[in-house]
Structures are given as C-alpha cells and as structure tokens.
C-alpha cells in the first residue's frame, strides 16, 4: 500500500482522493450488536436512570431551590416512615393495572393511548352499577362492581379495536379521541343526571359502603386494590408467556404478517387485545373508585392513563417491571407531594420527571443495540 | 332585525371556522413536510402546547407578543430537533419516539407553567394581552367575504399562505422531490449521494416549527391566555386530518376548514341558545376525527416509507 | 459539488490509455461483520474498457464487495484504486463522484414516480427548479442510443421487472460512469431479456465503459465477461481470463468441490389430484387483478414447476392457495374439497404447507426463540397447546427432535432466530412445515440466497417430498432448479399461465419465450 502522490486525476469531481489507512492495529467502529446481552440491558437501564436523575434535579434547580433538600425531602415522603410506605403502595395501586394494560396492547404493537377514556369507562360503569344494586350485600356488590369496571373498560376498548380492525383506523388517533369524549360524557353526567343534588361540586353522591373496597391496614389508605393489582401483573404474565393468545399476541406484536400468513387472525387478536386492555384499565378505574373516593369525579383520574404508558415502557413491557416502575412512580408522586409542602416545588415535576427519564430510557435502549469495537487489521 | 342577525351568524360562524381552522392547518400542513421524508411525528400535540405556554411565558416576560412567537416556533424546533435525533440519527421506533416526546414535552410545559405561575387558577392568570385581526385594506371592506375572509390574525393570513408555498414546494421544486423521494423509498435518494438524514431533521424540525407557531396561536391570539389542557387534542386531530387528506395539501386544508366550521357552529349553536348539553357539542370534532378516519378508506398516497426507520448497511428486499 | 457533466453517450472518459494501468485495483480488502469476515484479504483488478466478473455462490462475499465499492461499507483493512490513485469511499456520494455507478440487485426506485423522476432525483444540485425538458431531452437520447424503449412518464409500479432493470442502469449511465458495477442483473429477467442486457453490456463496454459483473450463474459468466474472479466464503480464489476457463473449472473453483450439474429426474407416475385450481382470480395490494383466470392440477407425487419473472401473479397466487387472501373468482380444491375461501389456519389443518419467498418477513418472528417459530400456526394444537395454555414440555421437545432431524445450526431451541443464517433459517421453516407430513406444499423461491450447500439440501427436501407422494408446487425465477426438478413447468406472465410444458422436453428458449409473453401455447 503505497501512495502516489500524484496531482487530481483528470475531470474528476472533488472526490476524495486520500490515502486509506489500514494501521497495523485497526479501527474503532460502531456496529449494530446481534444480540444485545441481558447485562447489556440492565446497563442501559441504570445508565438512563442516572441520566434522568441529573436532569431532574437541574429542573428542581430551575426552581430556584436546593436540590438536596427538595430530594432528601422526597425520600422521606415516600419512603420514610410505615405511613409514607403505605401512601406510596396506595400511588403506585392504579399505575400497577395502566401499566399493565398498556403493557398487553403494546406487546400486540397496537397503541392504547386510550387507557384514561377506559379508566373512566370502568369507573362510571361501576358506578351505574353500584347505584342499581343498592342495597345488595358486599358479597354479591363488591365483585360486581368490580367486574362492571372492567366491562365498562373492555367496552371502550372494543371500539377503537373494532374501527381498526375493520377499517384500518388508527387506534392511537380513536383512543385519544375517545378519551376526550368519554371526559366530556362524564362531565355531562355528572352536571347533571348523576350528581349530587345536594352538592355545589360536579360529583356524584358517595356510594354504598357495600361496595367500597376493603382496607388493608390501619392508618393507611392501601386497599384490597393493590394486592388485586399484584394478582393481576401474576395473569398478564401468564397471559402472555403461557397461553396460546398471549403468543399469539406477541407474534402479532413482532410480526403481523407472518403471524397472518400462519393463520392468526390479527383482527380478531387486535380486538381481543384491546378489549383486554380496556378491561385492565378499567379495573384500575373502579379500583380509585371504590377504594379511594367513594364517589366519581372528575378528578379520580391524575393522567393515570398516560402514565401507564410511561410505565409500560419503563417496565420494558414486562409485569414485574411494570409493578416495580409503578411502585417508582408512586413513590415520585407521594414524594413530589411532601415536596411541594416543604420547598414549593410543584408536584408537576413529577410529570416532567416521567417524561425525561422515559425519553432517557428510550435513548440508552437505542444505544445499547450499538456498541463500540476494535476491528482487528489485516486479517 | 332577523336579517342582521342571521347574517351576524353567519359571518360569525365562518369567520371562526377560519380562525379555529388556523392552528390546525398549521400542525397538520407541518407534519405534512415531516411525513414526506417518512417520518411520524407523534409528538406535535406536545410540541403545539409548548409552543403555547413558551409564547405566553416570553409573551409575559417581555411584553412582546411577536417575541412570543418567536419562542414558541424555537421551542418547537428544540423538540422537533430531538424527534429527528431519535428518528433519523438513532432510528428509534417513531411511534414510541413520538409517544414519549409528546409525554415530555407536555410535562415539561405543565411544569414550567406551574413554576412560572404559581398559585395562578385561570382566573388570576396574567394576561399578555393577545394579537387582534388585522383588517387587509380595501379587501376587508368586501361586504361578506371581508369579514369572513380578510379580517384575521396575521398568523392565519401565514397559514393559508403556507397551503400553496408548501404544495409547490413538494410537488414542483427540485428539493421537494428529494424530500418526497425519502418518504417513498430512502434508500433509492442515499444510493444517489444525497444525505438523507440531513433532509430529514430539516423536514421533521419544520414540521415542528409549524406546531409551536400553532401553538403560540391559541394561547396568543386565539385564547390570549394559557390553560394546561388549551391544546384539546389539535395535535392529534390534525395527524388525523394528514391522514383523511391522502397528503395533499387541497384535500388538508378543506379537512381543516371542514373542522373548524364543525367546532365553530358549536360556539355559534351555543350563541343563538341552542339547548343541547354542550358537551355534546364539545364532543362533535372529537368524534367527526374518528369518523374521518373510518370513512376514508383510501391512503393511496401515503409515503411507502412513512414510520420505517432507515439503515444504510440493512439490505434491501 | 457539481457533478461533472458528461458526454453524450453519457459514458465517461474514453479509453485514453487504453491497457496501461487498471481502472480499479482492489488490495487486500477485508470486511468483518459481527457473524461473518465476509470478505477476506480480496485483490484483484478491473482493466478499462473491460466486463469483469465477479463469481461465487450466495454467501461468498460479492455483495458486500460491490457495497465496499459504491460506498455503502467501510472496509476495515485494506486499499482500493481508482485511476491509479488510492481513494477513499465513505458514501455513494464519493463512489459517484469518482464515476463508479451502481445496479443493485434489489431496486432503489421510487414506485409511485415516474421514470424521468427517478432518474433525475440527485443529479441536480443548484437551484429550486426541476429542470424536467432538458433531462428528458438527454434521457431520451440515451434510450435511443441503446435502443431501449422507454415511456419517462411511466410509474414505475406500472413497469414490468425488466423495464425497471433499464431503470437502474439508465440511473448510472446518466451521470456518466466509468466503472458500472451490477449486482445480480440477471435475477429477474427472462432469457431473451438477459440476451438483450449482454447486447447493451457489449456495446456499453466497447464505448470504454468497465463493468464489474456480479454474478452465480456460471453460464452467464462465459457468455459476457472478459475476465472473471471467483470468491468462495469470502476469500479470493483465482482471478482468470474468461477464455482461458471452463464452466466446470469455474464450478469448482466456486464451490471447492465437484458439483453435479445436472440432477437426474426419475420418472414418476403421478397419482391423484391433489390441487385442483381452476379459474382463480385474485387482486393484489393495490386492487388491480393480479390473477386472471389460473387453472391447473397438482397430483401426487409430482413436482408442478411455476416459472415467471416475479410480478406476474406469483405471489398473488402463493398468497391465494395459502389462505393469505380471498380469490374473487374461480375454485380452489384440496383433495376434492373446496378450500377457495377456506382461512389460513383451515387450509393448513387439512395439509398444506408453505414456504413463502421472504423467509424474514413472512415465514418467522425473529425475535422469537426457535422452538416458538416452529410451532408457528400450530401453536393451538396439542402437544404445542393444553387447551388455552401452551405446553411447554411438548414445544421444547419437539424443537429437539427438529434440530437433530434438519441438523439446524443452533445452540438449542431457547435461541433467538434473529441470529441464525439463511440456510439455517430455511431448514426451520422446512421442519416447521414437513413435520405433519403435509399432502400439498407449496414453496416460493425456496432457495434464493443460499449457499450451495443449504440450497442441496433444500432441493433434496423438496425431492423427498415428491418420492413421499405429496404434491409440490415450486414457484421459483431460478429456472435450472425448476429444470432439474419439476415433472412439469407452467409459465406465468400477466396473471395466467400461458404454457405448460414438459420439463423433459421443453427448452429454456421455449420457456423463455413464455415468461416473456410471446407465445401462448395454452
């Protein structure tokens, strides 16, 4: 290998006519990895972590406050006595059953934006049912307001997943259009048939005591909601990894058209999907329902939709990530709150701090598919 | 007496089918752009509501409403900025790209808005003042169509200016075919020695533009103040309408203008006292998106390559 | 940067000096992927005015040698010359503005646009204007000057395979080229078109015009080129002039061994009807009719051949007898029972296997493990399933018994298939799909991109299918494997068959003739 050193070649454009070097030891690259290592993953995990940290604290420091303050304030109220414990659990309980049910639409690679309409949907189903069967006894009450939740889910579910499986529709446009509407037929609902005669607030009046959820523990609002969360994250497991919808769920996800070419209806699985998340979210909506508030507002919901997606895609779409993304978030939330008390920094951080480390996460994820190698010289 | 008022609701109704139709052709015909290199941008909803808040903030702080603007397109170029890194650079998922931007730039104006105003309830909130319709001169005396047509907000003359601009840019210039090229087939441009990524940050960030500038639009001339929720799902409305116009500029600006005269009887329903619960109302563009998108089967021009992340070294086929 | 502009047989410079120095010199070239060193300390060097071709079977290592050349790879190691002067390729950009230009194998045009819009998209560089008249003045001398006939504003979706090739090479010779490298040209054309192409090759190269010619078909290689370098697993194996070798010297120097190139076909009576097609009518993705009017039968024990250039009505077809899309018209039956509108899990129930033509996007999920994909479509059956629930046990072990049975190179079942190569990928499909025994199998380009030796094995496969008494179909471009292996060939052009013929008795050129569509004999 030599080089000439000759002058520009004749009519040439200006290409680039350098000398290219093959160093005895030679170069760094980066190439796409075949497959990237679980160790890899948990690297980039923690790497994205670490990222958001930073940047939230420097957003905490935009509010003109001390950082170690506002965090070691945070940590104390999420962690810090049985109580702040508790109140965390009672967060994260409704971030559990979104996360989840993002987690099976998004595993189908059909895009729930809709978990929020469908958290609505369960809670006001589970509300016209609880007013119906006044009277009943918990036994018969609680399981079927339950159940009207997640029907009244699935319901908001099986449209969207109807409109695309029919006619293409995209189901992320549907849900978030849904979820304004289904805000809207609230508002009207409880404006006017379903509210409070006696009231100045939009909300309905409190519901019988046969169908609150029942609580777990004394001085705290954690309720038979979370260990019912817990046994959800359990099914959606097993749904996905040990049923033969749940591969075919996941093949769908990776691959639709071989799945339809081996015979799986991507029709009927995308509304099955859909109707399962719906379902979940809706859980989650009479879960706050009749464990927390009593009655239905507008309020009941804080974005625990949206959140779920966030959780979903923190929790690498899995359920033990989700449960242990959600709990993360509950604690941020429970933290942000004793935050604000104390320093003033609005609890909105929170929403910002979401979304910093999923879009943390989302670049390390990227990241870790590449890596760095020395290619080897002459061979 | 019937006469004027009938007439009074008429011009108002198509002069705010006009004004409502603004920031969501703006959005629309901006990811247009974005689309035609084949990228989705997912995350205008976000990037509209930060340019609303960013316009008012600067808007507040400087007393300048242009200035405002200003701010609004450039935090709209910041996120538009980060979606082609992610989309073009990384080749991430676009959806979940789009997704999680959304999500970050909606908490992040949420909580700016919180810092920066405190204790505000809509009711408190400091008012910036907001732009008034400019009257075009001579053309804004026409009887009718003067009030309808020629007295808008500056913003809006932009927007449907923007409508023939950006369709002769696409369909008839030398960049325009490249751009459109990418969203058909990348490969087929980056085998000719053209820089495919490059043409597609500068689609994806003026898309974003485009939304900020939207943006700043609600919350300085049309609501002239800012709420959290003041972009109500116009992002979104105005992917869907990309989508019913088949990408063509024609057809997205009459699904714009057929939405805002839909959300715009709504106010004028309400006006003459109409009784019907106004949610419903509220609801109606809500659920004319969703039939939009059912009704209209034909996506025959959708970019081929629209939301495929494109690698060089990947073989073809 | 402009592109210097160039002459107007849109050829760059002359031979000047003609023999003296090569155009290109490639020197000791290495390129290493993560799974593969696919090219190994390659040298060799392509003369002006020269057709040099580049030999060796699927997995050898020219594709990536061609992509090293246009720019599209880096090489990690080693040196390559262009008119004397070492150059460094980082982009198609540099490769175009040296004058090397590039045919690929599979095409980068743009479906919706017109020929003129492809050929023109990055060859203006100043200015808002498209300057349509002018390029279409030159392209339009450049058609004439080789005789191709051309409309430039014709889509290229309404193109046929051969027109669009014309495409691609008009795409180079516009910006003016001194070295023109094809990849695999040939792969979709049918004979006479390839006669057409060499004719235009020929007179390109005595206009001073290099080629670098990629290509496995060895008859091709005697027929064009000058000179020919074969490369077998990525390392050079000999660099000869084409007169001075011979096509079984070239076999064997591309495959290291002796290879039979002729396989004997034992004569067998076909039993009864297995398939039965007639009149079948299908659209396609855009809803334009893709079939029109398809009869035939398939019997036991046969192989029934389809010969076609692709995009007359293949995959349509595939798609119908597979369940993958509806038939507007006509009847399809299995065994005497109807199946036209039967789902594709039904029709895979009562026997028919496939295996489709894009084994990554429509025959697997990659990123599932290997015993998941191949239980894919069965996965409801048991032993895979205990009702709703997959049965793990019954999964893992059927995995086992196909790795042994298909020798598929892979660690175990839990291995992601995202890793695997093509040949190892096929035998999943192939064990997948066998493994009940099917009566009917229905195969499309079963061996494209293979090596060697994975596409013996397949063929093999495929035979003792046949000697088993099912019936196959064999859809394939490749027509030395529908020679050596089909009973009978059916050709397709347009959407109908236009002859079927006797694989023992009919020529190449009669088969030629059809896929071309100059000659029905049905």
Redesign the interface.
């Known amino acids: ?1 030599t ?2 050193g ?1 002058g520009m ?12 070097k ?1 160093s005895a030891r ?2 760094w ?1 980066i ?5 990237p290592s679980a160790a890899w993953r948990s690297v980039s995990i923690l790497a994205a972590l670490l990222g958001a940290f930073v940047l939230s604290a420097l ?1 905490i420091a ?2 003109h406050v001390n950082v170690g303050t506002a965090l070691g304030v945070m940590v104390q109220g999420a962690f810090g006595s049985r109580g702040a414990v508790i109140e965390t659990l009672v967060q994260a309980t409704p971030f559990i059953l979104t996360g989840l049910a993002v987690t099976v639409a998004f595993r189908g690679r059909i ?1 729930n ?1 809709g978990a929020e309409g469908q958290f609505f949907a369960g809670a006001m189903a589970a509300y016209w049912l609880a007013t119906v069967l006044r009277g009943a006894p918990q036994a018969v009450m609680l399981p079927a307001v339950l159940l009207a939740g997640c029907a009244g889910g699935a319901l908001w579910g099986f449209i969207p997943g109807v ?1 695309k499986a029919r ?4 189901e ?3 849900t ?3 979820n ?2 289904i805000a ?2 609230l ?2 609902l409880l ?2 048939p379903w509210r409070e005669p006696t009231s100045y607030f939009y909300q309905t009046a409190l519901m019988p005591d046969a169908s609150y959820l029942p609580r777990l523990v004394s001085g705290g609002r954690l309720h038979l909601g979370f260990p019912l969360a817990l046994v959800v994250a359990a099914l959606v497991w097993v749904l996905l ?5 749940g ?2 769920i ?2 769908m996800g ?2 639709s ?9 991507v029709a009927t699985t995308t509304i099955l999907v859909l109707v399962i998340s719906g379902a979940i979210a809706g859980l989650a909506g009479v879960g706050e329902l009749t464990g927390i508030h009593h009655r239905l507002r507008l309020d009941i919901s804080v974005g625990y939709g ?1 959140a779920g ?2 959780i979903a ?1 923190l929790g690498q779409l899995h359920p033990v990530g989700v449960v242990l993304a959600a709990i993360f978030l509950g604690a941020l939330l429970n933290g942000a709150s004793a935050m604000q008390i104390v320093t ?6 929170v ?6 480390t ?2 943390c996460l ?2 390390a ?3 870790a598919r590449y890596e760095i190698r020395r ?5 | 007496m019937t006469d004027v008022l009938q007439a009074t609701f008429i011009v108002g109704l198509f002069a705010g089918m006009i004004r409502i139709a603004t920031p969501i052709l703006l959005a629309a015909m901006g990811e247009l752009v974005a689309e035609s290199a084949g990228i989705l941008n ?1 995350s205008i909803e976000g990037t509209m509501l930060m340019g609303a808040f960013s316009g008012f903030l600067v808007a507040h702080i400087t007393g300048s409403l242009w200035l405002g603007v200003v701010a609004a397109i450039a935090s709209g170029a910041l996120i538009g900025l ?1 979606m082609a890194f ?1 989309s073009a650079t ?3 998922d676009q ?3 789009g ?3 959304n ?6 104006a ?6 920066a105003f ?1 204790n505000a309830g809509s009711q408190n909130l400091p008012s910036v003042g907001a732009f008034s319709t400019v009257e075009i001169p001579l053309l804004g005396q026409i009887p009718f169509l003067g009030e309808v047509l020629f007295t808008q907000h500056a913003l809006t003359y932009l927007a449907f200016l923007l409508v023939p601009l950006i369709s002769l840019f696409l369909f008839r210039t030398r960049p325009g075919l490249e751009l459109r090229s990418i969203g058909e087939n990348p490969r087929a441009v980056d085998m000719r020695g053209l820089n495919v990524v490059r043409r597609q940050y500068l689609a994806v960030i003026f898309g974003a533009m485009m939304a900020g500038l939207a943006g700043s639009f609600l919350s300085l001339a049309s609501a002239g103040l800012f709420v959290p929720d003041i972009a ?2 116009r992002g ?1 409305i105005a ?2 309408i990309v ?1 019913f116009g088949n990408w063509l500029p024609a057809r997205i600006l009459f699904g714009a203008l057929f939405f805002g005269l839909i959300d715009s009887s709504q106010l004028a329903l309400q006006a003459v006292g109409l009784h019907l ?1 106004y ?2 109302l ?2 109606l563009p ?2 004319l ?2 039939a939009a ?2 009704v209209n ?1 034909s996506r025959s021009r959708s970019p081929l390559a629209l939301g495929r992340p494109y690698n060089r ?1 990947e073989r073809g086929a | ?4 502009s160039p002459s107007q047989s849109g050829l ?2 002359p031979a000047g000096n003609p023999g003296d120095e090569p155009l290109l010199q490639v ?2 070239v ?1 390129k ?4 593969i ?1 696919a090219n ?2 390659i040298s060799f060097s392509v003369a002006r005015g020269e057709i040099h071709c580049l030999l060796g079977e699927n997995g050898a290592g020219k594709s990536t040698l061609a992509e090293v050349l246009y720019g599209v790879q ?7 010359l262009f ?6 390729l ?1 982009s198609p950009r ?1 490769a175009i ?3 090397i230009g590039m045919v690929h194998q599979h095409f980068v045009l743009v479906p919706p646009f017109t020929v003129l819009e492809n050929v023109i998209i990055g060859t203006q560089h100043q200015g808002l204007r498209l300057d349509r008249r002018q390029a279409a003045e030159r392209l339009g001398g450049l058609c004439t000057n080789y005789g191709v006939n051309l409309d430039l504003d014709a889509q290229i979706w309404h193109l046929c395979v051969g027109e669009q090739q014309w495409v691609e090479i008009l795409k180079a010779v516009y910006v003016g080229v001194e070295l023109l490298i094809l990849d695999e040209p040939t792969a979709s054309l049918t004979p006479q078109e390839v006669d057409k192409l060499f004719a235009i090759m020929r007179k390109m190269r005595d206009d001073g015009l290099s080629m670098l010619f990629i290509t496995h078909k060895l008859n091709e290689v005697l027929e064009v080129s000058d000179r020919v370098t074969v490369l077998r697993k990525g390392k050079l194996v000999h660099s000869v002039a084409t007169r001075d070798t011979s096509q079984r010297e070239l076999a064997r120097m591309m495959v290291g061994r002796e290879v039979d190139l002729n396989s004997v076909r034992e004569p067998r009576t076909p039993g009864l009807p297995v398939l039965e097609v007639d009149g079948l009518r299908v659209r396609d993705d855009r809803n334009l009719e893709a079939l029109r009017g398809v009869s035939f039968t398939l019997r036991q024990g046969e192989i029934l051949g389809v010969a076609g250039v692709s995009g007359n009505g293949q995959r349509e077809l595939f798609d119908a007898l ?3 899309r509806k038939p507007f018209a006509g009847l399809v039956r299995l065994a005497g029972r109807e199946i036209t509108h039967s ?4 029709i ?1 129930d009562l026997g028919v296997a ?1 295996v ?1 033509e894009d084994r990554v ?8 493990r290997v015993d ?1 994909n191949l239980i ?2 069965k ?2 059956l048991s032993p895979f ?1 205990n009702g ?3 049965n793990q046990r019954g999964i893992a072990a059927f995995a086992e018994d196909m790795i042994r049975e298909y020798e598929i190179a892979t660690p175990s079942g839990g291995q ?1 298939t ?2 695997l190569s093509g040949g190892n990928l096929q035998k999943v499909i192939l064990a997948r799909e066998l493994a009940r025994e099917p009566q009917c199998l229905i195969v499309s380009q079963p061996t494209r991109g293979l090596d060697v030796g994975a596409m013996e094995y397949v063929r093999r496969r495929l035979v003792a299918e046949r000697d088993r008494g099912a019936g196959v179909l064999l859809i394939s471009e490749d027509l030395d494997e529908l020679f050596s292996l089909a009973t009978r060939i059916a050709v397709m052009f347009r959407g109908q068959i236009v002859g079927m013929l006797d694989a023992e008795t009919a020529s190449r050129e009669q088969v030629g003739l059809l896929m071309a569509g100059c000659e029905s004999t049905v």
């Open positions: 290998m080089t000439t000759q070649p004749r009519g040439a454009g200006a290409g680039q006519l350098t000398q290219a093959a030679g170069r690259r190439q796409a990895r075949m497959q957003l935009s509010a895009f934006i409109l006619y293409g529709a995209s992320i446009i549907v978030v259009m849904l304004f509407v809207l037929v508002s009207f404006a006017n990894w040990k049923t033969t919808l591969y075919e996941r093949a990776i691959n058209l071989a799945a339809r070419y081996k015979g799986i209806s949206f997606i966030i895609l003033g920094v609005p609890v909105a951080l929403n910002a701090i979401q979304g910093i999923l879009l989302l670049i994820d990227v990241l290619t080897a010289g002459n061979d | 997912l980060l992610l990384l080749r991430a959806t979940v790209s997704l999680a931007l999500i970050v730039a909606s908490g992040l949420f909580y700016l808005f919180r810092l405190k109500g799902g979104w992917l869907a989508i619960p949610q419903l509220l609801a809500y659920l998106t969703i998108l059912v089967r070294a | 940067m402009s592109v210097d760059g410079s020197e000791h290495s290493r992927f993560p799974q060193l190994d300390d880096r090489p990690d190691s080693g040196t390559i008119r004397g002067l070492p150059v460094t980082s540099d503005q040296l004058g597979t369940g993958a789902t594709a899990a039904q895979a496939s489709p996007h429509q025959g697997l999920v990659m990123e599932f998941e894919l479509g996965q409801r399933a709703a629930f997959l992601v995202r890793v």
